[in-house]
């Protein structure tokens, strides 16, 4: 378990505050990674994944570093009710 690969680069405002479409387009390049992770496996482990933009903009970060692949695991995985674009 490792908690020094990849960090968050900006802060918004909390996101269950945003609508679906906020939360896609303030996650963009939100993440940066900070070791190297050419050829690894990561996995991304996150309490609550609702529409699952954090957890696509970190491993999209992974994968743009050299990861080989990147899985996500999540303690609850919520509906997404409000409607947005």
């Not at 900070?34 to 699952?52: E, F, H, M, P, Y």
Request: contains cysteine; proline residues 2%.
């Amino acid at each position: 378990m490792r908690n020094d690969i990849c960090y968050r680069r900006t802060h918004s405002k909390p996101q269950h505050l945003q609508s679906k479409s906020q939360r896609l387009r303030l996650m963009r390049n939100a993440f940066a990674v900070s070791n190297r992770v050419d050829g690894l496996t990561v996995a991304i482990v996150d309490d609550v994944v609702t529409t699952k933009a954090t957890a696509m903009a970190a491993a999209s970060s992974l994968i743009k570093a050299g990861a080989k692949s990147v899985d996500i695991w999540c303690i609850a995985r919520t509906g997404w009710h409000i409607a947005a674009p």
